[in-house]
């Protein structure tokens, strides 16, 4: 858990290219989320979201604000007036405790006071902080979960691929894993999907950084239409797994061409992870 939690900004800019405009702080100062706790992708989203909101309702007030997102339990604010050094315009060095992050207008305003110096916001931030320490002294643990991988949450993806089906009813229960690694194969299985089971299982050599979201989501997309479109009887006696309703819904997957394009020229690079292992 601690490599994710080193990587959570690179995580953000890389794995979420395609949400670039939802984490992308449009704000003067830094932003800085190197320490925010690990967690899922979905609370990961969730948590810059927030800081986002944070940095630019502060910036609102104060002006240029470099903004660092802290985990530190013994210093949970410290606010510096700085200067820059060509203009010598003034801005704040601020470090938050992500305890703040989605604190609302009031606490904003009280934290700005702070930051200005004002007595009785101090005695506000402290009761805040107060009520507050409670609630993060039991830091939530996924590590158990295996469909959170080390570099990608397959529950969260999952979710989006569902949403994509407008959640049909058919969908519901259906639960996704990571699978084991096969040794020695020359084919790789990205996807399956067991009936028995209600189970979606995603091959492990997907969970790697470079290994894009949406094309893990395209996997899954596809494993669900399984289970929305089963397999029929094709007359002959063969089962027509893919069927034509089947191919037709997976082409509506909006980045389908991408993730094909993207399987064909990163397929080598996946057998060669597993066979590494
Ligand atoms: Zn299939």
Request: charged fraction near 30%.
């Given at each position: 858990?601690?490599?994710?939690?080193?990587?959570?900004?690179?995580?953000?800019?890389?794995?979420?290219?395609?949400?670039?405009?939802?984490?992308?702080?449009?704000?003067?100062?830094?932003?800085a989320?190197?320490?925010?706790?690990?967690?899922?992708?979905?609370?990961?989203?969730?948590?810059?979201?927030?800081?986002?909101?944070?940095?630019?309702?502060?910036?609102?007030?104060?002006?240029?604000?470099?903004?660092?997102?802290?985990?530190?339990r013994?210093?949970?604010?410290?606010?510096?007036?700085?200067?820059?050094?060509?203009?010598?315009?003034?801005?704040?060095?601020?470090?938050l405790?992500?305890?703040?992050?989605?604190?609302?207008?009031?606490?904003?305003?009280?934290?700005?006071g702070?930051?200005?110096?004002?007595?009785?916001?101090?005695?506000?931030?402290?009761?805040f902080?107060?009520?507050?320490r409670?609630?993060?002294?039991?830091?939530?643990?996924?590590?158990d979960?295996?469909?959170?991988?080390q570099?990608?949450?397959?529950?969260?993806?999952?979710?989006?691929a569902?949403?994509?089906?407008?959640?049909?009813?058919?969908?519901?229960?259906?639960?996704?894993?990571?699978?084991?690694?096969?040794?020695?194969?020359?084919?790789?299985?990205?996807?399956?999907?067991?009936?028995?089971?209600?189970?979606v299982?995603?091959?492990?050599?997907?969970?790697?950084?470079?290994?894009?979201?949406?094309?893990i989501?395209?996997?899954?997309?596809?494993?669900?239409?399984?289970?929305?479109?089963?397999?029929?009887?094709?007359?002959?006696?063969?089962?027509?797994?893919?069927?034509?309703?089947?191919?037709?819904?997976?082409?509506?997957?909006?980045?389908?061409k991408?993730?094909?394009?993207?399987?064909?020229?990163?397929?080598?690079?996946?057998?060669?992870?597993?066979?590494?292992?």
């Amino acid at each position: 858990m601690a490599s994710r939690q080193q990587t959570l900004w690179d995580w953000a800019s890389e794995s979420a290219q395609y949400n670039v405009e939802e984490i992308r702080p449009k704000v003067k100062g830094k932003l800085a989320l190197g320490e925010l706790p690990a967690a899922p992708a979905r609370e990961m989203f969730d948590m810059i979201r927030k800081a986002r909101e944070l940095h630019l309702g502060l910036e609102g007030y104060l002006g240029k604000i470099n903004l660092s997102l802290t985990n530190n339990r013994r210093r949970m604010l410290t606010v510096k007036l700085k200067r820059e050094a060509k203009t010598r315009a003034p801005y704040y060095e601020l470090r938050l405790h992500h305890m703040f992050l989605g604190c609302g207008e009031e606490v904003m305003a009280q934290l700005v006071g702070f930051i200005r110096g004002e007595d009785a916001a101090r005695q506000q931030i402290q009761r805040f902080i107060q009520r507050n320490r409670e609630a993060i002294s039991h830091d939530v643990e996924h590590a158990d979960l295996n469909d959170l991988g080390q570099f990608h949450d397959l529950e969260w993806l999952m979710k989006k691929a569902s949403d994509l089906l407008q959640n049909d009813p058919e969908l519901e229960g259906i639960k996704i894993t990571w699978g084991r690694k096969g040794k020695g194969k020359r084919s790789i299985r990205l996807g399956s999907y067991d009936f028995e089971q209600r189970l979606v299982r995603i091959h492990p050599s997907l969970d790697q950084r470079w290994v894009p979201g949406f094309f893990i989501e395209y996997i899954i997309y596809h494993e669900l239409l399984h289970a929305l479109y089963p397999p029929v009887d094709d007359g002959s006696g063969r089962r027509d797994v893919h069927t034509k309703e089947f191919r037709q819904m997976e082409e509506l997957y909006p980045h389908y061409k991408e993730a094909l394009a993207w399987e064909a020229q990163h397929i080598h690079l996946l057998l060669q992870s597993q066979h590494d292992e």
